[in-house]
């Protein structure tokens, strides 16, 4: 890659539901599919034909616990397989060698203004860990920003290993013959130390444990567009969108009078389509005779 692009953080060109599908993707020849052609200046195709993560019997893991890491059964590391998903599959929700594990199926979304970059937490880059949960990686996005949509992403928590001393996350030596491996001795001082070490990064000597918050866009598992969003799942007053604020959206219960505009320029240009039909008929009629 000589000119870095694809690289983490970086954006990039590439395709999208559109490069197919277009910006208007919805039969024009209803209202509705008139309007949802519309949402695409600032809805991102994902956000309604991926109602939720984690379908069809297979789950997510949403929490990972790395405190918890480290015990044994008669001197051995051990699983536990205590999450039978959808499928029937038994997953893990215990590794010695790991921690713990929390699952979820046909899970919603969480939604944000997205422009498509993302910004990475490196291992120099020093944080406040009382202002946690630390972010892993974020993204940028805003309203007022004509590049950006409102996007789904899977939320991941985990609690992990961070120096304390100098506010910053950690390498850690997992395997190996060696005494230092996580995976082998259990001992997050050795594995730190190790590892920091190894990579030629300054350690502080003391570790803890912080929480910590990554964000996945989502792309895969677009669902049959019957099974898409409907215009109640976001324009309600328990909408999923009612957490976004800066905007004004139709149905939301924020501006009743804003709404019953709304509602009064729907019915009208459904009249309009509705005359035009009308009119179109009558002409042809007329025509004929």
Known sequence: DEI??????????????ESCHSDSPHPITSVKGIKLNSHTQHVACETCHI??????????EVDWDWRTMGKLKDGEGFKLKEYTQGNGHHRATYKSIKGNFTYAEDLEPMYAWFDGTMNYTTIDTQFDPSKGPIEINSFSGSYGDPGSRIYPFKRMHTTQPYDKGNNTLV????????????????????????????????????WGFVETYSYWPINHMVAPKDDALDCSSCHADDGRLNHLKGFYMPGTGKNELLDLIGLLAVLGTLGGVLGHGALRMIANRRRKV
């Open 4 to 17: 870095g692009t694809g690289k983490p953080g970086m954006p990039r060109k590439v395709a999208s539901c």
């Open 51 to 60: 109602p939720a993560v984690a379908r069809g019997g297979v789950a997510t």
């Open 171 to 206: 390498y850690m030596h997992l395997w190996g013959n060696d005494e230092d491996a996580l995976w082998g001795n259990y001992d997050f001082g050795k594995a730190i130390e190790a590892g920091m070490k190894k990579n030629g990064i300054p350690y502080s000597g003391e």
